[in-house]
């Protein structure tokens, strides 16, 4: 069966990267307010979405909003009417996170701990038309999966991360994960954690990567632009969710007054900056919100004529 994604059915507004912001140029665009419901109306499309699987996440999980979000912005990509719920296909990790492979009606793969993100990229060797989008965890993304998503990053595949960052492996009842802060005392490291946490967002611009952004789990309407332009972006989009949990690592929770929206970045030295000000140890410091790196380069499917020649009549190597 054919595939309609072709370049010229993103939307262009959606698709553009804006204009490099001067070095000295204040990046803020508009403290982050009380987040709200989107004003959208009921989706028949939407709807079409929900898995029919009993739903086991905490009651009152960010999970619950990230789903959602999710949710309406597919249900928007197929209203436009350029694309087909076929279109899109997702990988998830193990994990809170990855339950939500099981609350949504789209194709894709349950994976291995840590290996969500190579899945996603043999989904898009394997028919590179389609809509690939990867959901993974602090712990599975930034330990057991570290090196796939650093060549995620070089490879530049035309996929999408959605990550999850609560610092905590909270599916496991709470053991730390690299971006747990120090001092974080449990049942694995009753001592306290010893060591500092990394910085994602650090790694991922020393990577090379094209798109790095940033929204809060409780800013719905964020979410969705954003999930938005992460698909939207021709390469690959790194989207960390900072999400609270409300069983375990409690003290690592309510970072929304710290929190502030930026415009869509295209200047790395300022993408530097802005990476700096939050560093997932202490309760200093503003953590920004938004596009803060995008670049155009090269995608891993242009490089190679086969896949071209794949994309180019709209086809998966099944069909060819």
């Given at each position: 069966?054919?595939?309609?994604i ?10 553009k ?14 403290p ?34 990230i ?5 309406q ?27 939500i492979?099981?609350y ?5 793969f349950?994976?291995?701990h ?42 530049n ?6 990550l999850?960052?609560?610092?905590s492996?909270?599916?496991t ?13 449990s ?9 500092k ?8 611009l ?25 698909i ?11 999400q ?19 415009q869509?970045?295209t ?12 560093d ?17 380069e ?9 896949l071209?020649?794949l ?7 099944v069909?060819?």
């Amino acid at each position: 069966m054919e595939n309609k994604i072709t370049k010229e059915s993103v939307p262009e507004e959606e698709n553009k990267v804006t204009k490099s912001a001067k070095p000295n140029a204040s990046p803020i665009e508009t403290p982050t307010k009380k987040p709200s419901l989107p004003k959208t109306k009921p989706s028949k499309t939407k709807a079409l979405l929900r898995g029919k699987s009993e739903n086991t996440w905490c009651p009152g999980c960010p999970n619950f909003m990230i789903l959602d979000s999710f949710k309406q912005t597919i249900a928007n990509f197929i209203d436009s009417k350029k694309f087909k719920k076929d279109d899109f296909a997702i990988t998830t990790d193990i994990g809170c996170h990855a339950k939500i492979f099981d609350y949504l009606t789209l194709s894709g793969f349950y994976s291995l701990h840590g290996r969500a993100i190579p899945t996603g990229i043999g989904i898009k060797l394997g028919n590179p038309n389609l809509k690939v989008i990867t959901f993974a965890g602090d712990g599975a993304a930034y330990s057991e999966g570290i090196e796939h998503l650093i060549h995620a990053f070089k490879y530049n595949a035309d996929t999408t991360l959605i990550l999850h960052d609560n610092q905590s492996f909270s599916l496991t009842t709470g053991q730390p994960t690299p971006t747990t802060q120090q001092g974080f005392i449990s049942k694995s490291e009753p001592l306290g954690v010893f060591d500092k946490p990394f910085n994602p967002l650090k790694l991922a611009l020393a990577s090379n990567a094209t798109f790095i952004a940033r929204t809060n789990a409780r800013d719905m309407p964020h979410m969705v632009e954003t999930f938005t332009k992460a698909i939207n972006h021709k390469g690959f989009s790194f989207v960390e969710v900072i999400q609270d949990c409300i069983i375990f690592n409690l003290e690592a929770n309510n970072k929304d007054k710290r929190m502030y929206k930026i415009q869509d970045n295209t200047d790395k030295k300022l993408a530097e900056k802005l990476c700096d000000e939050y560093d997932y140890n202490t309760k200093d410091g503003k953590v920004p919100l938004g596009v803060i790196y995008q670049s155009m380069e090269p995608t891993l499917e242009e490089k190679w004529p086969q896949l071209k020649s794949l994309m180019k009549k709209k086809v998966s190597w099944v069909d060819k």
